[in-house]
């Protein structure tokens, strides 16, 4: 089992910079690849960014592109997301997930909201 305790999330202005981190426990042992989704009011959890396990290889959705980066600390079982030039729609509740597979992500925290107002 592995445990995923987000934090760092809270209400910043359109263009503020905010970082997100996520503390990984348990079964840390085994490598993970590592993501974070969000989910907006009203609307399904959405892929933000993932990273490799392997080869700290990282994917983004087209949205945060060039905007947010994702980051692992291996020796530290962390993962972090750097946000910058944040837009009102970022707004979301932001969820730290990991999966052993390549498949779905099979663990997940518990959720940070981020709020960006105009």
């Known amino acids: 089992q592995v445990q995923l305790v987000e934090s760092g999330g809270g209400l910043v202005q359109a263009g503020d910079s905010l970082r997100l981190s996520c503390a990984v426990s348990?079964?840390?042992?085994?490598?993970?690849?590592l993501a974070w989704f969000r989910q907006a009011p009203g609307k399904g959890r959405l892929f933000v960014a993932g990273?490799?396990?392997?080869?700290?290889?990282?994917v983004y959705a087209d949205s945060v592109k060039g905007r947010f980066t994702i980051s692992r600390d291996n020796a530290n079982n962390t993962v972090a997301l750097q946000m910058n030039t944040l837009k009102p729609e970022d707004t979301a509740v932001y969820y730290c997930?990991?999966?052993?597979?390549?498949?779905?992500?099979?663990?997940w925290g518990q959720g940070t909201q981020v709020t960006v107002s105009l």
């Open positions: 997930a990991a999966r052993s597979g390549i498949y779905s992500y099979e663990y």
């Open positions: 348990g079964r840390t042992s085994s490598p993970y690849d």
């Open positions: 990273i490799n396990r392997s080869d700290g290889s990282t």
